[in-house]
Nanobody, 126 residues
């Protein structure tokens, strides 16, 4: 089992940047694809970005493509989400999670992930 803890959220103005971190425990971390999801008030949790187990492949939601970058450091058991050019519509609680064991290919849906972290709040003001 993997335990995940997110950090790095905060309050920023539109156009600013934040770097989120997701710290993982467990020796199987390096074999697991990871995802970032977000949930805004009154909306369902939605896909943001995912990265393969070795960090070689990444995918992004259209809404964040070109602004956000997902990365990982398996030696430190950590995944990051660099968020640039932030917009008020990026305001949400951001969660990281592992792709479920046995699922093949890139996954973009909440049910495809488990070991959810507690989330970190990102608020972008105009």
């Amino acid at each position: 089992q993997v335990q995940l803890v997110e950090s790095g959220g905060g309050l920023v103005q539109a156009g600013g940047s934040l770097r989120l971190s997701c710290a993982a425990s467990g020796r199987t971390f390096s074999t697991s694809a990871m995802g970032w999801f977000r949930q805004a008030p009154g909306k369902e949790r939605e896909f943001v970005a995912t990265i393969s187990g070795n960090g070689g492949s990444t995918d992004y939601a259209d809404s964040v493509k070109g602004r956000f970058t997902i990365s990982r450091d398996n030696d430190k058991n950590t995944v990051h989400l660099q968020m640039n050019s932030l917009k008020p519509e990026d305001t949400a609680v951001y969660h990281c999670a592992t792709k479920k064991t046995g699922l093949l290919g890139v996954r973009f849906r909440v049910p495809d992930y488990d070991n959810w972290g507690q989330g970190t709040q990102v608020t972008v003001t105009s």
